[in-house]
């Protein structure tokens, strides 16, 4: 357990993960970053930088607008409790601000900036990184990112409080903000500020969630239309947590197994560990697909009671299509997690490979260990977003030198209490806002949904997701308003050149086909 809590909080820095635990006791600490006080002694007022720009993008030269800062929500009484920040990016010379679009977008953890997506695909800067491998030691290479939407699609970067420059204010405590319906609430609450001081309510609107984000976005989604009178055009979900009773194994619930495996075979498939290897993952997962929902899920719903010539007939095909052994399996009555298969898959090799994204490997710190002992993802990228996105924040944004920007915060307590939309008030036995996007989808017939996933990521697995979509209670119609693209990359698709193009292609598409409908 301690192994895979390590592993989970090393995946919050990179705001890439959901917890897998809801109580206090397990969440991890770094002492090198804690969270801001609840209050503040400097005068509750907004702050900005404006700043302007070009980059080539997509080919042609742009010209924008950055603007830094954050704005102070209030509550009914107007007593300031929280400054919230973001980065907005608007293009220069648009008269007609109802037929630009504008997309606001977040990261996950719960806990984590926005950094990842800011510097890794949205902004029109990145940060350049080795796929595969280890980020160049410094200085950071911040260039024109060809790949971001802005030419389309106005941008602005959130940061929830708790993360980047937001935080409590006044008597407003972390609590207050820091669980899925208080964070949709106050998120809930920046949009309609923003949309409102900037003259967007014409504006087609899109909500772009990753990781947690997802969680997050499905449920703004239903709460802004519900509570706030705004529709959105388009929910983009980027490897999206939408739902604990799919999107975890290894704590006591079999279906996350089931979601887990296929993606466990895409690893050995990258790494050439498959016997008769199949010529691409697509065909692959179709086969091992079929399996893990079939016979892998009927034999794990007979419990610790399956006959032994049973469980040993599956455990030989979980080894076949991992290539692990028949024995790891038994041993493991078939239930292995995915910190453990990481850490078992080049055992032999004295190597790991990663949970955000699996075709990275690296040195096993302690090859006995049962768990991985550390993510080889996350010291090859995580270092060079961090500086990359500081340095562009204080040199070319011209803002924050005085103020400690939150990249991640590890000790958050997070609130996973959910009220289902239309239940009454019943919370969700487990934290899921798949009946919130039911819900919108329903109401809002001008609704469409981007599912953008990645084929080794072991963060949020793709067969969760599509069980998830699956599961909304949503009718044919609404149904077709849902698309879904697979990468050839894990979590953050993002570090690989051809998957930046695609997603690129797949998310201009989107919107230029739904800002009109």
Same mark, same amino acid.
């Given at each position: 357990?301690r192994?895979?809590? =390590? ?13 897998? %635990?809801?109580?206090?006791?397990? %969440? =991890? ?26 980059a ?7 010209k924008?607008t ?16 929280a ?13 007609d601000? =109802?037929?630009?679009?504008? %997309? ?13 997506l ?15 491998g ?26 929830p ?12 405590k ?12 106050s ?36 709460y802004?239309?519900?509570n706030m ?14 739902? #604990?009773?799919?999107?975890i ?28 290897k ?37 455990a ?9 052994t ?7 009555d ?66 924050g ?12 307590? +997070?609130?996973?209490? *959910?009220?289902?939309p239309?239940?009454?008030? +019943? ?5 899921? %806002?798949v009946?919130?996007? #039911? ?15 990645? +084929? ?24 077709k308003?849902?698309?879904?693209? *697979?990468?050839?990359?894990? *979590? ?8 930046m ?17």
């Amino acid at each position: 357990m301690r192994g895979l809590i =390590a592993t989970l909080a090393l995946a919050v820095l990179l705001g890439v993960a959901p917890a897998t %635990t809801w109580s206090k006791d397990e %969440t =991890a600490t770094d002492p090198a970053e804690k969270a801001q006080p609840a209050t503040d002694a400097k005068p509750a007022v907004p702050a900005s930088s404006v700043t302007r720009h070009q980059a080539i993008i997509d080919g042609r030269t742009i010209k924008y607008t950055a603007t830094v800062g954050w704005f102070i929500l209030k509550d009914p009484k107007d007593n300031p409790i929280a400054r919230f920040g973001y980065t907005a990016y608007t293009l220069d010379g648009v008269k007609d601000l =109802a037929q630009r679009p504008v %997309t606001f977008v977040f990261n996950g953890g719960p806990g984590s900036s926005s950094i990842w997506l800011h510097m890794g695909i949205m902004g029109p800067r990145r940060v350049v990184v080795n796929d595969g491998g280890y980020a160049p030691p410094p200085p950071s290479q911040v260039v024109d990112n060809p790949f971001s939407p802005l030419d389309v699609t106005d941008i602005v970067m959130i940061d929830p409080v708790g993360t980047g420059f937001s935080k409590p204010l006044g008597d407003a405590k972390p609590a207050d903000f820091h669980g899925v319906d208080e964070d949709i609430r106050s998120v809930a609450q920046f949009i309609k500020r923003f949309v409102s001081e900037n003259g967007r309510w014409g504006s087609p609107k899109y909500v772009l969630g990753e990781s947690y984000g997802g969680m997050r976005g499905a449920g703004l989604a239903y709460y802004l239309q519900a509570n706030m009178g705004m529709n959105l055009n388009g929910l983009v979900l980027v490897s999206p947590f939408l739902n #604990a009773a799919t999107g975890i194994d290894g704590e006591g619930m079999d279906l996350g197994h089931v979601t887990y495996f296929p993606t466990l075979a895409a690893t050995a498939w990258y790494h050439g560990l498959v016997a008769d290897k199949p010529a691409t993952v697509q065909e692959y997962m179709r086969e091992v697909e079929q399996f893990a929902r079939t016979e892998y899920a009927a034999a794990l719903e007979r419990g610790f009671v399956i006959p032994e010539a049973e469980k040993k007939a599956v455990a030989a095909k979980l080894a076949r299509f991992t290539g692990t052994t028949p024995g790891f399996w038994e041993r493991a009555d078939l239930r292995v997690s995915h910190p453990q298969f990481l850490q078992e898959l080049m055992r032999n090799d004295r190597q790991i490979a990663g949970r955000i994204d699996s075709r990275f490997i690296g040195p096993a710190l302690n090859p006995l260990a049962e768990d991985m002992d550390y993510d080889p993802f996350f010291p090859s990228v995580g270092p060079a977003y961090t500086s990359a996105f500081l340095g562009y924040l204080h040199d070319e944004l011209k803002f924050g030198r005085d103020e400690e920007y939150m990249v991640s915060a590890f000790d958050i307590d +997070w609130s996973w209490k *959910h009220k289902v939309p239309g239940k009454g008030g +019943w919370m969700s036995p487990v934290p899921t %806002t798949v009946p919130d996007l #039911a819900a919108a989808m329903t109401m809002n017939p001008g609704l469409h949904v981007l599912v953008q996933q990645g +084929w080794y990521d072991l963060a949020t697995p793709y067969l969760a997701t599509r069980m998830d979509l699956e599961h909304l209670d949503i009718t044919p119609e609404a149904r077709k308003r849902i698309q879904v693209e *697979h990468y050839d990359a894990g *979590h953050m698709m993002y570090v690989h050149e051809p998957s930046m193009q695609k997603f690129r292609d797949d998310l201009v598409g989107f919107i230029r086909a739904t800002d009109r409908i």
